[in-house]
């Protein structure tokens, strides 16, 4: 069973920047299409990010531009980096697959961003 562990979340001011970990229990990257996922209160959670086996990258229109995915086999975690933060960006980030669910979820990391 894969666990997932995301951490780096935090308080920040809009227009500031953080960076999200992921790291999973197994090595999966060059097995697995990933993505960074984000939920918000009463909204479905949306895959903002994702990362091919190949090293494709796609994202969200929301975050394009401002949000960077990148893994790094050696120490067998992915990242998210988040500039330009807005108050939108709120929310609790989990890393997953793309084309199947590891589960459990994580339990996330906590993003909230001020105005």
């Known amino acids: 069973q894969v666990q997932l562990v995301e951490s780096g979340g935090g308080l920040v001011q809009a227009g500031g920047s953080l960076r999200l970990s992921c790291v999973p229990s197994?090595?999966?990257?060059?097995?697995?299409?990933m993505g960074w996922y984000r939920q918000t209160p009463g909204k479905q959670r949306e895959l903002v990010a994702s990362?091919?086996?190949?090293?494709?990258?796609t994202y969200a229109d929301s975050v394009k531009a401002r949000f960077t995915i990148s893994r790094e086999y050696a120490k067998n975690a992915m990242y998210l980096q988040m500039n330009s933060l807005k108050p939108e960006d709120t929310g609790v980030y989990y890393c997953?697959?793309?084309?199947?669910?590891?589960?459990?979820w994580g339990q996330g990391t906590q993003v909230t961003v001020s105005s």
């Open positions: 997953n697959g793309v084309d199947f669910f590891y589960t459990p």
């Open positions: 197994l090595r999966i990257f060059s097995s697995t299409n």
């Open positions: 990362i091919t086996r190949t090293g494709m990258t």
